[in-house]
T-cell receptor
């Protein structure tokens, strides 16, 4: 059974801090890994990672994948209160169900 | 482009009643996925449908749950004889791509239906 584990499950930091969120996976026939941000409603897409070692960047957010060690990290620099959300990691694999396999998420709270 | 539309946003049902959740995919998307999010849990895949076809229902509970995506109209997730454990947020996602499409950036979620069983 495909498995995605995120850590930490929750994190509280102050505005301006840098955070690193972790996602490790064990899946059959890995295809890609995705990061989503979930506030009160729909998860919104952040990054899709397919190749090892290539950093994806969008403003203060960046992410990288290590296919040898089977993990990804999501970095957020100079955090703002608007970054408070649940960050979800999901994996697309060739085995098992057609949908995405999600981790439980990291609940990030940015205090002013 | 209205995005993926789910309704109702909130649904309260008494134990034993039926719940019907609706999902209209994004325009041009013909693939629909349903997920369930229990409190403190990640999103769990339930079912993948194309128009008039269930492609993968490996995540659906064996009893009381069913899904359809008719030729016309929204996709429906139906839960019969609801129990308290069915209380969760149910999300729908749609995609324009065939299964295992290489670009999941096109995979778009709706805002979910929060089902509460009392």
């Amino acid at each position: 059974e495909d498995k995605v584990v995120q850590s930490p499950l929750s994190l509280v930091v102050h505005e301006g801090d840098t955070v690193t969120l972790n996602c490790s996976y064990e899946v059959t026939n890995f295809r890609s890994l995705l990061w989503y941000k979930q506030e009160k409603k729909a998860p919104t897409f952040l990054f899709m990672l397919t190749s090892s070692g290539i950093e994806k960047k969008s403003g203060r957010l960046s992410s990288i994948l290590d296919k040898k060690e089977l993990f990804s990290i999501l970095n957020i620099t100079a955090t703002q209160t608007g970054d408070s959300a649940i960050y979800l990691c999901a994996v697309v694999s060739g085995g098992g169900a057609d949908g995405l396999t999600f981790g439980k998420g990291t609940h990030l709270i940015i205090q002013p | 482009n209205a995005g993926v539309m789910q309704n109702p946003r909130h649904l309260v049902r008494r134990r034993g009643q039926e719940a019907r959740l609706r999902c209209s995919p994004m325009k041009g998307h013909s693939h629909v996925y349903w997920y369930r999010q229990l409190p403190e849990e990640g999103l769990k895949f339930m079912v993948y449908l194309q128009k008039e076809n269930i492609i993968d229902e490996s995540g659906m509970p064996k009893e009381r749950f069913s899904a359809e995506f008719p030729k016309e109209g929204p996709s429906i997730l139906r839960i019969q004889q609801v129990v308290r454990g069915d209380s969760a947020a149910y999300f729908c996602a749609s995609s324009p791509l065939f299964r295992f499409g290489s670009d999941h950036r096109g995979y778009t979620f709706g805002s979910g239906t929060r089902l509460t069983v009392v």
